[in-house]
Antibody, heavy 123, light 110 residues
Framework: QVQLVESGGGVVQPGKSLRLSCVVS????????MHWVRQAPGKGLEWVAV????????YQTDSVKGRFTISRDNSKNTLYLQMNSLRDEDTAVYYC????????????????WGQGILVTVSS | QSVLTQPPSASGTPGQRVTISCSGS????????VYWYQHLPGTAPKLLIY???QRPSGVPDRFSGSKSGTSPSLAISGLRSEDEAHYYC???????????FGGGTKLTVL
């Protein structure tokens, strides 16, 4: 069955870096765009970034531009989120999610999500 | 402040039909598909509706999406206690070049 498993979360000081990974199985990873979505404590869902099936196109929300980088390794069935210059407001549960499509014509998180990984930014 | 606007709460009794609205602008809802998600605390969000009114396989037909003009909505008929959750709408925004979510609606089954 389809599985998405996030890892790499934890407690980190403001200004430091962290890299999240999302290993997938149960579907052809290289055929789908992938997203990162987060939920801060007590808040709603917030979209973070998307990458096309081949990594050639990416979009990010304004609040993480210049700090976060989404990438993928199709040979390892793995999605990444490199998070630099972390801020208190980046504290959240981060989810990886599969898009329904390969390209970024109508991107949106789709039918499969991971369980989420907690990132806490605190001194 | 979310780009898409949803009522913060909704409620109904078992068996009732409830609807949740989502409002936005011409750059998102007005020109792109709307997606709806169900989220229970501590679990992975679940896609309920894609492309405004399409249901993924496995989602009960009690859940339906529609759009009247630029006003999409999610309807849940035959309300059940297990439907108590947070519901979110989302869409691509052509101006922001980003996926935007609504603030979420907490549904309570009385």
């Amino acid at each position: 069955q389809v599985q998405l498993v996030e890892s790499g979360g934890g407690v980190v000081q403001p200004g430091k870096s962290l890299r999240l990974s999302c290993v997938v199985s149960g579907f052809t990873f290289s055929s789908y765009a992938m997203h990162w979505v987060r939920q801060a404590p007590g808040k709603g869902l917030e979209w973070v970034a998307v990458i096309s099936y081949d990594g050639s196109n990416k979009y990010q929300t304004d609040s993480v531009k210049g700090r976060f980088t989404i990438s993928r390794d199709n040979s390892k069935n793995t999605l990444y989120l490199q998070m630099n210059s972390l801020r208190d407001e980046d504290t959240a549960v981060y989810y990886c999610a599969k898009d329904l499509y390969s390209t970024l014509l109508f991107p949106a998180p789709g039918d499969s999500w991971g369980q989420g990984i907690l990132v806490t930014v605190s001194s | 402040q979310s780009v898409l606007t949803q009522p913060p709460s909704a409620s109904g009794t078992p068996g009732q039909r409830v609807t949740i609205s989502c409002s936005g602008s011409s750059s998102n809802i007005g020109s792109n598909y709307v997606y709806w998600y169900q989220h229970l605390p501590g679990t992975a969000p679940k896609l309920l509706i894609y492309r405004t009114n399409q249901r993924p396989s496995g989602v009960p037909d009690r859940f339906s999406g529609s759009k009247s003009g630029t006003s999409p909505s999610l309807a849940i008929s035959g309300l059940r206690s297990e439907d108590e959750a947070h519901y979110y709408c989302a869409a691509w925004d052509d101006s922001l070049r980003a996926v935007v979510f609504g603030g979420g609606t907490k549904l309570t089954v009385l």
